[in-house]
């Protein structure tokens, strides 16, 4: 219940669900009748600044038989631009007893610790920054498991490794022809900050076989090497 995208929201589903807290109740209670998994809903801080209204919906969904919500602390109008309003989260938090997922800009273990101090949620949810870093995950966990303890970023050896792996799991997921189309956008971000990734984002844009994947990441590694 948080898509903002147009097309999703012009037909009333995703985000747009917000403008009708009846009906989420609704979906949620027809899907938690229709399976035998646990049901969770997601849903943003409402649909735009004047019609605030996440903690009503999440009631409903409690009520409606949801085993957990995530609350994405922005309206729809906000899309995905910052400020993300953690305070909703807490709010949402106070007012129902499944468990709470906080979601909105956490972009680093510092941020989930944050999130869950300042809201009480029980868990985070991380969207965009695991794009290109699927270490965020094990330095949230060392971060709030191990006292504070900060992992290192990984080096430029493990990252182009784990994501030629991610891109071969896709190809044998997909087909090579379309995981390639996939991954040019994947090993954007899997470059972020590296030295020339501009040009190396660049060239990306046009892969189109594992070959050209394998030589595409042999110049990043010769570029870059001295951060191996
Ligand atoms: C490209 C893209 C695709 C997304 N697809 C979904 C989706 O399918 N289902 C969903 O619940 N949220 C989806 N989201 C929203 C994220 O899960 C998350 O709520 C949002 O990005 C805010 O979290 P963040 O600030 O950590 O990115 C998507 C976000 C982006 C940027």
Known sequence: MGCPA???????????????????????????????????AKIRKGWDGNSVNAVEVAKLCETAGADA????????????????DWDIIRQVKQAVNI??????????????AQLLEQTGCDLVMV???ALGNPWIFSQINAYLTD??????????????????????KMCDYKGE??????ARKHVG???????????????AGYLESWVQLEQLVKE?????????
């Open 6 to 40: 147009p097309k999703v929201s012009n037909n009333g589903s995703g985000s747009a669900l917000m403008k009708r807290p009846q009906l989420c109740g609704e979906i949620v209670a027809a899907v938690k009748a229709a399976v035998p998994v646990p049901v969770t």
């Open 147 to 168: 006292s504070c303890r900060i992992l290192p970023p990984p080096g430029l050896q493990e990252r182009m490794l784990v994501m030629m792996k991610h891109i071969q």
């Open 69 to 84: 919500i995530t609350v994405h602390g922005r309206t729809r109008d906000q899309m995905y631009a910052p400020p993300v």
């Open 127 to 129: 969207g965009r920054e």
């Open 99 to 112: 468990p709470v997922i906080g979601n909105g800009d956490v972009v680093s273990a510092q941020a989930a």
């Open 220 to 228: 990043i590694m010769e570029a870059n090497c001295e951060s191996c």
């Open 177 to 182: 022809h379309r995981a390639m189309n996939e």
């Open 189 to 203: 971000w899997y470059l972020k900050g590296m030295k020339n990734a501009a040009e190396f984002r660049r060239q």
